[in-house]
């Protein structure tokens, strides 16, 4: 299936990633670890991940912000 053309496309689908179920998001990061859960979507827990990672990253920005103000 991955790369043939189906009929009215006009570019070829890419293959598909490996892919293993984990049995909720703790134990999905658990495995694979939050950036290869994310970045590399291991697990049916990418996208959530992803808002996790998110987060995170905001949080850090916006704490490095606010102690620009104070200086």
């Known amino acids: 299936m991955a790369g043939e053309l189906r009929k009215g496309e006009r570019i070829p689908r890419r293959p598909l990633p490996e892919f293993s ?3 909720g998001l703790g ?4 495995r694979d670890g939050l ?3 994310a970045l590399e ?3 049916e827990y990418g996208p959530h991940s992803m808002i996790v990672l998110l987060m995170i990253v905001a949080t850090i920005t916006g ?7 104070y200086l």
Do not use: P, Q, V
Request: aromatic letters at 4%; proline letters at 0%; charged letters at 25%.
């Open 21 to 23: 179920e984990a049995g």
């Open 41 to 43: 979507d291991t697990n």
């Open 27 to 30: 134990a999905g990061i658990k």
């Open 63 to 69: 704490g490095i912000l606010l102690a620009f103000r």
């Open 35 to 37: 950036l290869k859960t």
